[in-house]
């Protein structure tokens, strides 16, 4: 044993002496060429994957050998804490990226070429690791670890980690309703006045939370030279309370909405645009995206369960896209069946161009319904490469109002966070809209279901595929949020160079 161990040993010394003699080069770097740093990160990230996968394999074994357990130690992550000393939430983090690593060959392959990032397989096995044994057996399968392969080459890591909880509230809906119940029962609120001030400490469910953000964001309150972002959040909270208090209205008072995703209508009109004020405000309310199935899923599993309204019985849930909130989080069946008894609905088109929210050049500021339209279809701050959401964000003239005398609407607005809206004006910069061809989505959306249905991966509704993957010419490509692929736009200068563009866009000539 002894002999067979000497030469792992003598190539893992190899590997730390070269990376020692790298960190002494590389302490000469700022004297590099731009072209010479880029190809040594492309090396050493490649180097960090594969060590990753390397100390996989050996936590693995020395686990299932028991030789690192100690007396005291209660398991085997804290066994690894006190030996990296590392503290426990490290080490936890480790091991369940070893096992992600070991039982997933397919994803194991991606970290090899440098598909899936670290930082997205830590997402993937945090996953894994919470998931149900049927979840967990599903996301193992070489068809599902391809589809998170490709999800992970082309969205960020906040993206990748909304996508897979989407597909995991998809597969079983019954653990998306037992987290939310948890969350009810541990949420809490308290005051604690003390000789400093008042102290404030809680929890609320993610739909309660969505609620107070709004009503904290309608009162318009931001950080700036004089204040910090928490200072403002604080002086949003007390403007809040004082409006409670007097019995007025918020500055732009308003109720809840569902929003559906797919272009369906509902019964009720939009908010009305009283109160607003700029392209960044509206009425506040909670959006909760809905697709068609979703819907149909719920109405029938309540006529199924009994005939009272709105009152859902303990029955099966099918395996279809769960409504989300605008940021992606998912929406137990239940939440959503007590919004629909209470909010109104506002229909949006989910189209880039949509004629009846157009208001031509007599209005300059966006109005309520054309600020969430822009909301669903962006998703984000659409600078590539900023995560900023659109909720936060101003609604910008692709055409200015003034320099090209653009129109006010839909189809000539793009959501900017304040920093890349700044510089749009500062550089100057034009905007383009990457238009689809006619009938792309739908094109798109027919070849998708044709190849779930011939590798036995079920689309969404049926369960087993992954909510808003989508396969370009061999390429998975992942929706946005709430599971959609965001419309991207490409910004240049006056001169016509590229400033900014989605990977993968072709270069100036």
């Known amino acids: 044993m002894f002999e067979a161990a000497v030469p792992v040993v003598e190539v893992a010394a190899r590997v730390r002496d070269a990376t020692s003699s ?76 070893a096992d992600a690593l070991v039982s ?103 739909l309660a939370g969505e609620s107070l953000r709004v009503a904290l964001d309608a009162m318009g309150q931001y950080g700036d030279e004089t204040r910090s972002p928490g200072q403002a959040s604080a002086d949003a909270l007390a403007m809040l309370a004082e409006h409670a208090c007097a019995g007025r209205p918020t500055p732009a008072s308003g109720g809840g909405s569902v929003r559906p995703a797919s272009g369906e209508t509902g019964p009720g009109a939009g908010a009305s645009d009283a109160g607003v004020t700029s392209g960044t405000v509206s009425r506040p309310h909670v959006s909760l995206l809905l697709p068609a199935e979703t819907v149909a899923e719920l109405l029938a599993h309540q006529r199924a369960g009994a005939d009272v309204a709105c009152t859902p019985v303990a029955l099966p849930w099918g395996t279809v896209a769960p409504a989300t909130l605008e940021d992606g989080t998912p929406v137990p069946m239940t939440e959503l069946a007590r919004a629909l008894c209470e909010a109104d609905l506002t229909r949006i088109v989910m189209s880039a161009e949509s004629l009846p929210l157009d208001v031509g050049r007599t209005k300059r500021l966006f109005t309520t319904a054309q600020r969430r339209a822009a909301i669903v279809r962006d998703g984000q701050c659409t600078w590539n490469g900023c995560e900023q959401h659109a909720s936060r964000c101003e609604v910008h003239h692709i055409r200015w109002w003034d320099r090209d005398t653009g129109a006010t609407s839909l189809s000539n607005a793009a959501v900017l966070c304040k920093h890349h809206h700044t510089e749009v004006h500062r550089l100057n910069l034009t905007i383009t809209r990457l238009e689809k061809p006619p009938g792309w989505t739908r094109r798109q959306h027919a070849k998708l279901n044709a190849a779930r249905a011939g590798s036995g991966l079920d689309g969404v509704g049926q369960g087993g595929g992954i909510d808003g993957v989508a396969e370009m010419g061999g390429v998975h490509a992942i929706g946005g949020v709430g599971g959609r692929t965001p419309l991207r736009y490409v910004f240049r200068n006056h001169r016509g160079r590229t400033i900014n563009a989605p990977d993968g866009h072709p270069p100036d000539r």
């Open 22 to 97: 790298l960190a002494v080069v590389a302490r000469q770097a700022r004297a590099w060429t731009g072209a010479d740093r880029a190809s040594v990160l492309a090396v050493v990230r490649a180097s960090e994957a594969a060590l990753a996968e390397a100390r996989a394999h050996l936590l693995v074994a020395d686990r299932d050998a028991g030789d690192s357990l100690r007396p005291g130690d209660r398991s085997f992550e804290a066994a690894q804490a006190r030996s990296m000393r590392s503290g426990l939430g490290e080490a936890s983090r480790v091991v369940r990226q």
């Open 104 to 206: 997933m060959g397919t994803v194991a392959a991606g970290v090899r070429a440098g598909s899936v990032p670290l930082g997205h397989l830590d997402e993937l096995a945090r996953v894994a690791a919470a998931a149900t044994p049927e979840v967990a057996a599903v996301l193992r399968t070489v068809e599902a670890q391809e589809q998170v392969v490709g999800m992970a080459r082309v969205a960020s890591r906040p993206d990748f980690a909304r996508a897979l909880a989407r597909w995991v509230a998809a597969q079983d809906p019954g653990a998306l309703e037992a987290e939310h119940e948890t969350q009810r029962r541990e949420r809490f609120f308290s005051l604690s006045v003390q000789p400093q001030g008042v102290f404030l400490k809680g929890r609320l469910d993610h």
